[in-house]
């Protein structure tokens, strides 16, 4: 049989690797000094743009889109040229993809510090961005497909499977998620309010986890642990039964963020019950791994390369195991808000994604540059600083999480809430954030390392740009019979079609009744829009980052009830445009705070935190009480939300700064009793305004009603 001579090309492989490892310590960094802050929070250098609330979205961003984002591309376009025995479909369109995606990165890059965020969760990037995501993914999923297309390799191997159902799904999440009414450049409101608009970023956020860090490494893990071990997958069977299971189960999982959460009981149950069936196909895959290296693993003593992705594999187990357990109610409420949440999400980053990464990297460098590893001891040191940092990192969090929650909980033999400051959980568990942060330093530590050993490997060798291979012609011919999915890997663009419908099933089912059947949010007449004033203060309160920190939702249990009033409602929120639910408890929940507290109280926490609150974590805002509120943005904003479904009337616009600037008044008026002088258009002014609104919208037990006179004028 003739065959065909091509080459493979892998300068575009050299180019994601090299960004993958810059943007990795970028973002491991930023990481690292958000860390810092949360025990020391003048680690901000007194910076508007380096603020926890601003640099945890630009960490999250770095790590997820950046660093596992490259190393997912480099990984991919080595591998699948060499699956299917062809150079990509279109260098020009691989070319376009890379700087594309790079431009995206500096954009968020950018934005976020400069507080341009839509706040919600791995997607907090703004409209502009999000289009340009859009297309970049449409450009790599064009070459993907087209190359597919053009294979000379009849069978899809598995890892093109999971390359496929990454492509499918993250377009799909990315697009429905970002739905969004543009306010200008840099702004926008979520077209989904409250409970729906929760019910789709956690469907997103959690299979942003499951279809941009679990599905392409699964595929990267079925070509380059093999490689590594130089053994065939272990089995076949398993593979198929791992794909087609794990795509169509994850898609339903995300509503276990929500547990105990205003959204509707039905949802929070289909999430639990598609959850705990997911530890049959996560654990399938991981001991198709595992059993992979069966006859290599006396080569796992020596080799690093071996050493990262058993351990990068087992992590993918714990991982997987922790999820399904995480989502039963019971644990559910013991780890929610809680730092335990974190230790797991940081399992699977840095223990799978990471260390998959660098032991892909480990393996590929050098062959790309047809030499060796410059140093195996170095790559050996690497690993084990980096397994100590994530334990380390871990451990702590853990040790936190439990502590933090048994705090919550605890009552006196009288009935009485045992802590019922909130700072004291904080305050119990700063030592744990600094060894934290000890592990942190230690895996970039690693990190470092591993860029030394890179470079000195690819400055021993040359690269081979444009690597020569051989192969012969697909047969045109059909094959008739075999096992019935070999048929089906012949087959691409029915594969991709049904991987696409196997993924939008749950979404669907989960979708479709929350947003049409009306009863699934209960109206509440007092519940009414936000007034200008409140309008600025909540873009302020979100462009601050305060919801990294501060939760928006009390839950049914007896110590939040005691601690912050009477628990959420489904109707309150109706007008939430994006909702701000939180994840995570640093400090306590916001959501009944409204009239808890006078004006003056806000005032002086925002500018000392420690002066209301000795031992406070949180940083100070002085430049609250400098910048002004844009008025000119006002009209804008009332006009995009009324596109989103607020009922605001015809022409309110029109009046809104009257309003805005009437209920500014009143509050200046009443710091001024207090001896406070400010001027009514500090963007301090609005941030009170919004606090004081919080949760008054409904009776609520235990609150005094006082200063509601000052911030319910104005359009309530």
Not at 31 to 45: E, M, R
Not at 136 to 147: C, H, P, Q, S
Not at 357 to 364: H, K, N
């Amino acid at each position: 049989m003739e065959l065909e001579k091509f080459s493979y090309d892998n300068k575009i492989v050299k180019y994601f690797a090299i960004a993958t490892v810059v943007f990795g310590i970028v973002g491991m960094l930023v990481g690292l000094t958000a860390a810092i802050q949360l025990f020391y929070p003048v680690f901000n250098f007194d910076l508007q743009y380096t603020t926890f609330g601003r640099i945890r979205p630009l960490h999250t961003n770095a790590v997820i889109f950046a660093f596992v984002g490259n190393a997912m591309f480099a990984g991919v376009y080595y591998s699948m040229q060499r699956l299917l025995k062809t150079r990509m479909f279109s260098d020009a369109l691989s070319w376009i993809h890379f700087w594309g995606w790079q431009l995206i990165i500096v954009a968020a890059a950018i934005t976020l510090p400069l507080g341009f965020t839509s706040s919600k969760e791995y997607a907090e990037l703004e409209w502009p961005i999000d289009i340009a995501i859009a297309l970049i993914w449409v450009v790599f999923g064009i070459n993907m497909i087209g190359t597919i297309l053009k294979r000379r390799e009849r069978h899809m191997y598995v890892a093109i499977w999971f390359y496929i159902a990454t492509f499918v799904t993250v377009a799909v999440l990315h697009i429905f998620n970002s739905f969004a009414w543009p306010v200008s450049l840099f702004k926008s409101y979520s077209a989904f309010a409250g409970v729906q608009d929760a019910l789709v970023q956690w469907w997103y956020g959690h299979n942003a986890v499951a279809f941009f860090l679990t599905t392409p490494f699964l595929g990267l893990m079925y070509y380059y642990l093999p490689k590594a071990a130089n053994r065939p997958v272990y089995s076949y069977k398993l593979s198929i039964i791992h794909f087609w299971s794990l795509i169509f189960i994850y898609i339903w999982a995300g509503p276990h963020h929500l547990l105990y959460t205003s959204l509707p009981n039905w949802a929070q149950s289909l999430g639990v019950v598609f959850s705990i069936m997911l530890l049959a196909p996560s654990w399938g895959g991981m001991l198709n791994g595992l059993l992979t290296l069966r006859g290599a693993w006396d080569r796992v003593r020596e080799d690093a390369v071996l050493k990262f992705m058993v351990v990068a594999v087992t992590a993918y187990g714990m991982s997987t195991f922790e999820g399904p357990m995480l989502s039963l109610k019971n644990v559910n409420a013991i780890a929610h808000f809680t730092d335990w949440i974190i230790a797991h999400v940081h399992i699977g980053g840095l223990g799978w994604n990471g260390f998959l990464t660098f032991g892909m990297l480990y393996w590929m460098i050098p062959r790309i540059y047809g030499t060796k590893l410059f140093s195996a001891k170095l790559a050996n040191f690497h690993f084990w600083i980096g397994t100590l940092g994530i334990i380390f990192y871990a451990l702590p969090l853990y040790w936190a999480g439990i502590t933090q929650s048994l705090m919550w909980k605890q009552f006196t033999e009288d009935g009485f809430l045992q802590y019922p400051n909130f700072l004291e959980t904080v305050t119990q568990i700063v030592p744990m954030y600094m060894l934290r942060a000890v592990g942190g330093l230690l895996y970039i530590i690693g990190v470092l390392v591993m860029a030394y050993n890179l470079v000195k490997t690819a400055y021993a060798g040359k690269l081979i740009a444009n690597e020569p291979a051989e192969a012969p012609a697909l047969e045109k011919r059909e094959i008739v019979g075999g096992h019935w999915h070999a048929v089906l890997e012949r087959k691409p663009i029915i594969f991709t079609s049904l991987a696409l419908v196997a993924i939008l099933i749950g979404g669907v089912i989960e979708f479709v009744p929350a947003f049409l059947i009306k009863s699934n949010v209960p109206t509440i007449t007092n519940v009414k829009p936000y007034t200008p004033l409140e309008l600025h203060g909540r873009d302020i309160y979100i462009r601050e980052g305060c919801n990294t920190c501060h939760s928006q939702m009390v839950r049914p249990f007896r110590d939040e009830t005691e601690r912050y009033g009477e628990y959420s409602k489904a109707g309150e929120f109706v007008y939430d445009h994006p909702f701000l639910w939180g994840s995570k408890r640093t400090g306590p929940d916001l959501h009944r705070v409204g009239a808890k507290y006078p004006d003056s109280w806000h005032f002086n926490h925002m500018l000392d935190p420690t002066s209301m609150s000795p031992g406070s974590i949180m940083p100070p805002y002085p430049w609250l009480f400098e910048q002004q509120v844009d008025a000119d943005l006002t009209p804008a904003m009332i006009s995009a939300l009324r596109h989103v479904g607020v009922p605001y009337e015809e022409g309110f616009e029109d009046q809104a700064n009257a309003l805005m600037s009437k209920q500014a008044a009143l509050i200046a008026t009443n710091l001024k009793k207090d001896g406070i002088e400010i001027a009514p258009e500090a963007e301090i002014i609005a941030l009170i305004a919004y606090l004081q609104r919080l949760g008054t919208d409904i009776k609520v037990k235990g609150v005094a009603n006082q200063n509601v006179s000052s911030t319910q004028e104005g359009g309530n």
